[in-house]
């Protein structure tokens, strides 16, 4: 199957930029809690996968909320295509951990649900027909498409909600935890799928988890949070190639060096390549 043709920029942005999404100092406080993360800034090239990673309450979840436009910064600036975000871009989609089906549709009109969103690029019937078609398709659920989501096992509940996000073609997928409700076998299932999808759609992922292996699995680049208030610790860039599986060696000394930056909890902040 081809990947679909990317849509035209919106008027007034660069026509390829490498930067997705750039986010400059950002810090973020909830009234009630206090500060969540402070001078965090990251960028997201096209058709990166960049998993934010770290442990409970480090604030993966805020950040991937305030880099999605669903929350304000208190200080510094969002940028989506070049743009100034101020709401979730139309060109952005989200995959949660639950997958949040709406029980009265079926598979396929969940699938096409999020095209009729407010401020989505406008598409007539059959274009919608088969950008969904397609879409299920490339999670596996061509055939499925009238069956109900308490029809559905969680595995394939979260594959339509894939391919929602999917259909609507985005640069970019915020996926926080998607699937950390799944089972073991599930999981890796569904981790192959997403590296294999995304890439052909050509879309960039920033992925929440708290799962080292996760990470290392699908990773174009790890970002470790860490610290009160949460601050990005460090970096890795992986050139490990894929599926990961086959490189045993390259992906325990990764998960070695993971795992002790977050015990070491002060690691250094510089970028650190590893070797593929
Ligand atoms: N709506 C909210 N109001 C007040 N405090 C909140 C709210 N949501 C999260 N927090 C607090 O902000 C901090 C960061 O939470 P966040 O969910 O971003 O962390 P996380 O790293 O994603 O954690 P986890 O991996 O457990 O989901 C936590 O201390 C949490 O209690």
């Known amino acids: 199957m081809n990947a679909p043709q990317p849509l035209a920029p919106p008027p007034g942005t660069d026509a390829a930029p490498e ?12 009234a009630r809690s206090g500060p969540v993360f402070a001078d965090v800034s990251l960028g997201i090239r096209r058709r990166e996968i960049v998993c934010l990673l770290g442990g409970s309450g480090c604030g993966k979840s805020t950040l ?4 999605a436009g669903l929350e ?16 979730p871009h139309p060109r952005s989609a989200l995959v949660f951990q639950q997958a949040s089906l709406l029980p009265w549709l079926n598979v396929f009109d969940n699938a096409g649900f999020g095209l009729g969103f407010k401020h989505q690029p406008a598409i007539d019937a059959a274009a919608r027909k088969a950008r969904v078609r397609e ?36 640069e970019l997928l915020f996926a926080d935890e998607p699937f950390s409700a799944l089972d073991a076998i599930t999981r890796a299932e569904m981790q192959a799928l997403l590296v294999d999808v995304v890439h052909r ?7 929440v988890t ?24 460090r970096a890795w860039t992986l050139s490990i190639p894929h599926p990961r599986e086959d490189h045993p060696e390259a992906v325990t000394a990764l998960r070695l060096q993971i795992l002790s930056a977050l015990r070491a909890g002060n690691a250094a902040t510089a970028p650190h390549a590893i070797p593929s």
């Open 19 to 30: 930067t997705v999404l750039g986010a400059e100092r950002l810090s973020f406080a909830y």
């Open 64 to 67: 991937l909320r305030v880099l």
């Open 72 to 87: 304000t910064a208190a200080a510094g600036t969002v940028r989506f295509l070049g743009q100034p975000l101020t709401r």
């Open 135 to 170: 879409a299920l398709a490339a999670v596996g659920l061509a055939g499925r498409e009238h069956a109900w989501p308490a029809e559905l096992s969680g595995g394939q509940a979260q594959r339509v909600a894939l391919a929602r996000a999917l259909a609507r073609e985005p």
């Open 201 to 207: 759609w050509q879309a960039a992922v920033l992925l």
């Open 210 to 233: 708290h799962d080292i292996d996760e990470a290392i699995l699908v990773a174009d680049r790890i970002l470790l949070m860490a610290g009160k208030p949460g601050h990005i610790h």
